[in-house]
Structures are given as structure tokens and as C-alpha cells.
């Protein structure tokens, strides 16, 4: 069983020039460090750093004989700073950007002594966070694997993220119910048909009976303050900040492969909005790649459609010649 480690970060400068404590922690799975090429793996909104074992979010692909297979690799997590899950929250949150946990990770990885990754991967902001690690450390990994996602924050996620954050400030129960709402985006209509059908019980709808099981589900285990800065976070995704630096020119800088992991039935990020940053990622680079999941579950697949992640991603992590000892 993997514990919770801590790194102190002091007097971290933000983006806004607000300086933080932070209180990074984290779990390694497998290989002790130094030992194994390293996987360094970030997690969605509600996530954390248990990506396997008991409690594990994404059981189904890490761990011995799976995909990212614990016996061959070190496989890190951070948990980012003001999730909860170590009990360490951000009031100021909105003094904090996602490019502000970019640069915290790498920092904490400097403190580890890692200076090179097999692969940084992650999914929904796990993946925005993947974009913009390889944005300001365009040498940091060999392969960059950005799930469900973007290197932006769309026009409807803008929207999303603030219908969330009228929920979180003005609901009586606002964990519960902005995450009814969230269910709605992480899902799809025909996901919802399939699964309920307009079926009933004892006159109450099954789908909304699910919408109330899951918000109360959050409620119990998730911070409000957790949520709010989560939900922040996923509003500042942006690698070019604001229109600053030509998104083709931060492309042509990194060196290692891109993996663009898209859902064709995503209504968060969506699979036209990944397809048009890979065309336009093409003109400048040539080791990016895309993929798809093909899935009616939307923006939740990367979470249900672990068979076809497996396929996805086989070829970069069952390469016998895995060429990077990272230390």
C-alpha cells in the first residue's frame, strides 16, 4: 500500500504575484525512484493521487500487468495543492492559475530529482495540466498524453465553470448540487437513453434518482472549498496565456511525442475541438498523434472504456525498448 508523502513548497510566487505555502503530496506505485522510467499521472476534478490499488480511480490500466505496469515503471502522483484529500486547502484560490500547478509539479519533481518523465498523463483538467507541463517544460517527458481535454478552456466550458461556480456560492446544498450539474456535462443523451431508458421507480424517474445518488455521493466525500478551487482551476486552462505566446510557437518547442486522446461523444471537451488543435498542431509538429475513443458514455469514457485505453495507448507503454531511465 502506497502512503502519502509531503513536500513543503515555500514561498511559491504565482502568476498574479501572490505568494503561497504549499503543502505538495503524493503517492509513488511500483518502482522506487531512480530504479524504473517514470509515469507521472494527474487527476480530474473530484480525483486524487490513489490512482491504484485500494480506491484506486484508474485501477483498470495502472498496476502489475496492466498497461502502465507497476513492474516496470515508477509511477507518480501529486495531489493538486487545495483538493482536500490531504486535508490541505487554498482559501485565495482564485490568486492560482492551472499554470500555477504546472510549475508546482515540476518544482516538486525537481525536489524528487526527476528531471525526465516516460510520460506525463491525464485526463479532463489531468489533461489540461498535461498541456501545460509541456508548455513550460517542453523537454520534461518523452510522451505527453492529454485525455478527454484541451490546451484551452472553451467558450462552453467557460460557461460550464460558471454556472458551477453560481451553484458552489449560492446553493443551499452546493457540493451536491453543482455536481448534479457536472453529471450532465461528464455524460452524454444517448449514454442517459441507454442506461435508463425513461424507466421508473415507485414513480420517481431512475434518472434523476442517479442525479441525486451522485450529488449526495460528492457531498459526503468531497470539501466545498475543494470543489471551488478545482472548479476555478478548470476555467484557466490556456498554454498561450491569453493570446501572449503563438500556440504554434509553443508547439514547435516541445520535443517529446503528443498523444491527443479524444471521445467522440465528449460535450466538455469536445472531439471537433481536439481534432481542430491536432490539424493545426500538424503544421508545425510532426511526432503528434490522435486517437479516439469511440463511446456513447461522453466525457466520462476515458473513466469507462478502459479496454479501448489499453489499445489506445499500447504502443507507447509495452515498448520492450523502453529508451529512458529517468532519475
Same mark, same amino acid.
Given at each position: 500500500m502506497s502512503k502519502l508523502k509531503k513536500l513543503n513548497i515555500i514561498n511559491y510566487i504565482s502568476e498574479n504575484?501572490?505568494?503561497?505555502?504549499?503543502?505538495?503530496?503524493?503517492?509513488?506505485?511500483?518502482? +522506487?525512484?531512480?530504479?524504473?522510467?517514470?509515469?507521472?499521472?494527474?487527476?480530474?476534478?473530484?480525483?486524487? /493521487?490513489?490512482?491504484?490499488?485500494?480506491?484506486?480511480?484508474?485501477?483498470?490500466?495502472?498496476?502489475?500487468?496492466?498497461?502502465?505496469?507497476?513492474?516496470?515503471?515508477?509511477? !507518480?502522483?501529486? &495531489?493538486?495543492?487545495? &483538493?482536500?484529500?490531504?486535508?490541505?486547502?487554498?482559501?485565495?484560490?482564485?490568486?492560482?492559475?492551472?499554470?500555477?500547478?504546472?510549475?508546482?509539479? !515540476?518544482?516538486?519533481?525537481?525536489?524528487?530529482?526527476?528531471?525526465?518523465?516516460?510520460?506525463?498523463?491525464?485526463?479532463?483538467?489531468?489533461?489540461?495540466?498535461?498541456?501545460?507541463?509541456?508548455?513550460?517544460? +517542453?523537454?520534461?517527458?518523452?510522451?505527453?498524453?492529454?485525455?478527454?481535454?484541451?490546451?484551452? /478552456?472553451?467558450?462552453?466550458?467557460?460557461?460550464?465553470?460558471?454556472?458551477?461556480?453560481?451553484?458552489?456560492?449560492?446553493?443551499?446544498? +452546493?457540493?451536491?448540487?453543482?455536481?448534479?450539474?457536472a453529471m450532465l456535462c461528464y455524460r452524454s443523451p444517448l449514454s442517459f437513453q441507454k442506461k435508463f431508458g425513461r424507466s421508473k421507480d415507485s414513480d420517481v424517474f431512475n434518472v434523476e434518482s442517479w442525479l441525486l445518488h451522485h450529488g449526495k455521493k460528492l457531498q459526503q466525500r468531497f470539501q466545498l472549498q475543494a470543489y471551488k478551487l478545482m472548479n476555478h482551476l478548470l476555467s484557466t486552462i490556456d498554454i498561450t496565456r491569453g493570446g501572449k505566446v503563438k500556440f504554434e510557437d509553443i508547439i514547435s518547442k516541445i520535443s517529446g511525442n503528443i498523444f491527443i486522446v479524444s471521445v467522440d461523444s465528449d460535450l466538455f471537451f469536445t472531439d471537433y475541438q481536439n481534432r481542430e488543435t491536432f490539424y493545426k498542431a500538424c503544421r508545425t509538429k510532426e511526432n503528434i498523434f490522435f486517437k479516439t475513443i469511440k463511446s456513447v458514455h461522453g466525457h466520462d469514457a476515458f473513466l469507462i472504456e478502459f479496454d479501448q485505453l489499453k489499445i489506445l495507448l499500447s504502443e507507447i507503454f509495452t515498448k520492450k525498448h523502453i529508451s529512458l531511465l529517468s532519475n
Open positions: 504575484k501572490t505568494t503561497f505555502n504549499i503543502e505538495l503530496t503524493y503517492e509513488i506505485f511500483g518502482k +522506487p525512484i531512480g530504479e524504473a522510467p517514470i509515469v507521472l499521472v494527474n487527476h480530474a476534478l473530484t480525483g486524487n /493521487s490513489r490512482i491504484t490499488g485500494l480506491g484506486g480511480w484508474w485501477n483498470s490500466i495502472i498496476g502489475k500487468d496492466k498497461l502502465i505496469d507497476t513492474v516496470d515503471f515508477t509511477v !507518480i502522483a501529486f &495531489n493538486f495543492p487545495g &483538493n482536500g484529500y490531504d486535508g490541505f486547502l487554498i482559501r485565495n484560490y482564485e490568486d492560482l492559475i492551472l499554470r500555477d500547478i504546472a510549475k508546482i509539479f !515540476i518544482i516538486g519533481l525537481k525536489k524528487l530529482n526527476i528531471n525526465k518523465l516516460f510520460a506525463v498523463i491525464g485526463g479532463s483538467i489531468g489533461g489540461g495540466l498535461v498541456w501545460e507541463m509541456a508548455a513550460i517544460s +517542453p523537454d520534461l517527458a518523452e510522451n505527453y498524453i492529454p485525455i478527454a481535454s484541451d490546451w484551452k /478552456s472553451s467558450d462552453w466550458l467557460l460557461a460550464n465553470t460558471r454556472l458551477q461556480k453560481q451553484i458552489l456560492n449560492n446553493s443551499s446544498q +452546493p457540493v451536491h448540487d453543482a455536481r448534479m450539474h
